[in-house]
């Protein structure tokens, strides 16, 4: 017997009837595992989701992990939520219970993670969030081989493909060059709380860095970087969890806390995040590529100014509104650290910039252009 909806009915049925709302299934298990990135991503796609009334959004979030993040789901989308292990889930499907079974019978799957739950039928459109493991493997270490075959399997499978820049949509292309062009769907920002937060430090005299603790994120450039300011210098809080590939950086970023260089922050709520993003003197943002970059988009919803690593993806999300660096010289980073921080006019510039352009990317007009995508599927 298939999974029912809600309403104990199989929702396939319903593609036949234009009038209908049609079935679609979200690949949530990011949204449930972690907060940032890939995660975030998912979670805010959904609720925008489920704000289109022409859609009827079934979540899959089908795993044996237990949730890390609230499942809390918006009220006219439904979780489908089973102790199931991954590796059962290709026998299920030669049983007939593909994902759009377990997600009560979708007429389409979204893939929104570099592990796809396994379909029979249905299309299957795929988020390609960055291909970052293909241009330099050594940021992802022995993981980035596994993750090739991963994603090329993935591309070869899809019936549709997004990216979230114009510059993984160019990556795509080169790996890839048989699969169908890429729809550019760029994230949204409005989910950042814009309304007044009590400080998460006793002083706004910081400055912030948001990102898992790996090779990419240049954590050691900003170091480097950081070093090199002259005093008196505003501190460095730097929120990530330790990653991969990541030994050599998280003993730097130790003995930096040890000399009062920076507080290192291994995690943080979203509602400390905000709070520390909203009463940061300036966000840095040194990673060496990016898929999108959502702390720097979230920085400029709450005026607060971004120094960003000159790179296309990052030049894309970000535009005029940031101050770019080569993140790979040190005293480059560092002369456009101090530009932002001590420059009063130049942070008002930023803040009205950053505002404006953040005030662009809602999630609202993301979730509209993937049902555009979804119905061109389906038709």
């Not at 289109?52 to 079934?58: K, P, Q």
């Not at 760029?186 to 790996?214: I, K, Q, S």
């Amino acid at each position: 017997m298939l999974p029912r909806n809600d309403t104990g009915t199989n929702d396939t049925a319903s593609t036949s009837n234009p009038r209908m709302p049609v079935p679609i299934a979200l690949d949530y298990r990011p949204a449930l595992l972690s907060r940032a990135g890939i995660g975030r991503a998912t979670r805010e796609l959904a609720r925008a989701l489920a704000e289109i009334e022409d859609l009827r959004v079934h979540l899959f979030g089908h795993s044996f992990a237990r949730a890390r993040v609230s499942p809390k789901t918006p009220a006219s989308a439904r979780l489908h939520r089973l102790p199931i292990p991954g590796r059962l889930l290709p026998a299920l499907r030669r049983l007939g219970l593909g994902a759009e079974q377990l997600a009560g019978g979708a007429a389409l799957v979204h893939w929104t993670d570099y592990i796809q739950p396994p379909t029979r039928s249905a299309p299957r459109v795929l988020t390609v969030h960055d291909l970052a493991f293909v241009r330099d493997p050594g940021w992802h270490g022995p993981d980035a081989a596994a993750l090739v075959e991963r994603t090329r399997a993935a591309v070869g499978a899809a019936t549709a493909l997004t990216a979230p820049t114009r510059a993984t949509a160019a990556d795509l292309r080169a790996f890839a060059p048989d699969a169908p062009a890429a729809r550019v769907i760029h994230w949204g920002a409005d989910h950042v709380p814009t309304a007044p937060l009590p400080a998460a430090r006793g002083d706004g005299d910081y400055v912030l860095c948001v990102g898992t603790v790996e090779p990419r994120k240049n954590h050691l450039g900003l170091l480097a970087a950081w070093r090199q300011l002259r005093p008196p210098r505003p501190h460095l809080v730097v929120v990530g969890a330790a990653g991969w590939e990541c030994a050599e950086i998280v003993r730097a970023l130790a003995e930096a806390e040890r000399e009062g260089l920076l507080t290192w922050r291994r995690s943080a709520l979203d509602q400390e995040l905000w709070s520390l993003l909203q009463h940061a003197r300036a966000l840095v943002y040194p990673s060496l590529w990016e898929g999108f970059g959502f702390p720097p988009l979230e920085a400029m919803a709450l005026g607060v100014p971004v120094v960003a690593h000159d790179v296309a993806p990052l030049r894309e999300v970000c535009e005029d509104a940031a101050r770019y660096a080569d993140a790979t010289d040190p005293a480059a980073l560092a002369d456009a650290i101090e530009v932002v921080v001590g420059d009063e006019r130049a942070r008002t510039d930023a803040a009205r910039t950053g505002r404006a352009l953040a005030a662009q990317r809602t999630w609202r007009r993301c979730a509209e252009e993937h049902a555009a995508l979804y119905r061109e599927v389906l038709a």
